[in-house]
Nanobody, 121 residues
Framework: DVQLQASGGGLVQAGKSLRLSCAASGFTFDDSARGWFRQAPGKEREEVIC????????YYADSVEGRFTVSLDKAKNTLYLQMNSLKPEDTAVYYCAADFDGNCVSDMDYWGEGTQVTVSS
């Protein structure tokens, strides 16, 4: 079975950092498009960072470029989201996702359970 398990969310002050983890099982992250999405209250889900495995490109939301980075521990098959200089507007439920076609899309094949990130001002 394919599973994605996200963790690492919490309450943090503005300007601080947080790292989210997404452990995958049942498939290999490196062979898939993989990324992080978020949904804030009253807003649509948006792509935060996504790595397109079909062309090797990494896509960033304008609002996080320069502050957030994504990395993959292949041995652990775990995807990380390092979030620095957090802002209150980063408050959202964060989801990791994977797509076996290799492309970052809004309706990725598999989604982890969300993890709440709350940034206080």
């Amino acid at each position: 079975d394919v599973q994605l398990q996200a963790s690492g969310g919490g309450l943090v002050q503005a300007g601080k950092s947080l790292r989210l983890s997404c452990a995958a099982s049942g498939f290999t992250f490196d062979d898939s498009a993989r990324g992080w999405f978020r949904q804030a209250p009253g807003k649509e889900r948006e792509e935060v960072i996504c790595i397109n495995s079909s062309n090797g490109r990494t896509y960033y939301a304008d609002s996080v470029e320069g502050r957030f980075t994504v990395s993959l521990d292949k041995a652990k098959n775990t995807l990380y989201l390092q979030m620095n200089s957090l802002k209150p507007e980063d408050t959202a439920v964060y989801y990791c996702a994977a797509d076996f076609d290799g492309n970052c899309v809004s309706d990725m094949d598999y989604w982890g359970e969300g993890t709440q990130v709350t940034v206080s001002s």
